[in-house]
């Protein structure tokens, strides 16, 4: 996919702004990801990535709504993005899919997660896990689409743990008003005794937001990275409605930073995708 400021066949047609601000935010080796907005005639599409609407000649058709990954190949004197696809990656075709089932899934449940929250009076709060279970008990249409979601997780999780890079879970209880949750678990070696869990979403306003916690011991500590760290009150008002007297820890809190621009694409990609 080629994109520029100059709107001939292929290229982005946006004016020399839009691309400015792409490679002023980019590098070349960097993955993007991407929303497919709208399909135009001659395999071209509006889509959006990290907020810039680019208007692209994709290398296969689409549905709209999809979520691509992208490499960005270079960024001057035109600005090239190859799609992951199966010829850079070899088994990356098989990948792709399931993580598009599951985003699929995932975006229906967090369509009737909304609903039902807002029906029960619970959007905007956070959400222990007995709760997140009554919803669902008391919603089958919900129960079934997370059900499907969770199913989805579970062979993008083996393909982690195939490659020693952790197991998958989708806990949307623990975001409740984020989109995209993900948590990866992933142990040490036994003499370390650690645990790294990252928990991952999309927020309103704090953009993709990284909560990482490392156990060993009696010891457990966390620090956030958000794309937008300005917002970071957000995250900081979840943290002191939640209880930590009773547990048997020692709670550490590590700080907020600036999720790096390398890990925009998410956890997903950077762990099935790279290198």
Known sequence: MRVSGSGTGGFFNGGGSRSDRFRSRHRPGQKVRGVLIKNLPDSMAWVDIDGERLLAQLESPRPEGSRLLFLVQQIVPQIVLKELTGDAHG????????????????????????T????????????????????????????????????????????????????????????????????????????SQLTEIVIEFDH????????????????LSFRAQLQHPEYAHHLAADFETRRYSDTVFQIR???????PRTSHSGILAELLFKG
């Open 204 to 219: 309103a306003r704090m953009g993709l937001t990284r909560v990482q916690f490392l156990r060993k011991a009696d010891t």
């Open 116 to 191: 039902a929250l807002k029906e029960a009076d619970l959007f905007g709060r956070p959400l222990p896990l007995p709760d997140f279970l009554g919803l669902l008990a008391a919603n089958p249409p919900l129960y079934a689409a997370y059900q499907d979601a969770a199913n989805c997780a579970a062979p993008l999780s083996k393909a982690l743990q195939d490659a020693n890079k952790g197991t998958l879970r989708y806990q949307p209880w623990l975001a409740p008003t984020g989109q995209r949750q993900a948590t990866v678990i992933r142990q040490a070696d036994r003499e």
């Open 91 to 114: 088994n990356a075709a098989n990948t792709l899919t399931r993580v598009s089932d599951f985003d699929s899934a995932r975006t229906l449940f967090e369509n009737r997660f909304r």
């Open 253 to 259: 809190h590590l700080g907020v930073g600036k999720l």
